[in-house]
């Protein structure tokens, strides 16, 4: 299973981007999502995820309101919706996905198997 991230870029303040995450090799559908983020000298941190069944997401704090995840699953693609973006979003971010095919909106980066190369997010002020 191969994950690709991309959609990164630079953008001002305010604007908005959307990250796709194109997922190749699995053979089970639909499937759970995460999207993390890493900033220079920091820990990586969850974004948001969603469940197999898209019936459960989650959002940090920071990003709610703001960030939208979504799934195509047609298109075995997953989506991350950048709203309003803040200089403090700048980051590498990754997508992920975990092997069991019916899993939840998992916030933790052990509980998933599969990783996207990341992309990069830099937001100007």
């Known amino acids: 299973v191969q994950l690709q991230a991309y959609g990164g870029g630079l953008v001002q303040a305010g604007g908005s981007l959307r990250l796709s995450c194109a997922t190749s090799g699995r053979t089970s559908s639909p499937y759970a999502m995460g999207w993390f983020r890493q900033a220079p000298g920091k820990e990586r941190e969850v974004v948001a995820a969603?469940?197999?069944?898209?019936?459960?997401?989650y959002y940090s704090d920071s990003v709610k309101g703001r960030f939208t995840i979504s799934r195509d699953d047609a298109k075995n693609t997953g989506y991350l919706q950048m709203n309003s973006l803040k200089p403090e979003d700048t980051a590498v971010y990754y997508c992920a996905a975990p092997k069991s095919p019916y899993s939840g909106a998992y916030i933790y980066a052990k509980l998933y198997d599969y990783w996207g190369q990341g992309t990069q997010v830099t937001v100007s002020s």
């Open positions: 969603i469940s197999w069944n898209e019936r459960s997401t």
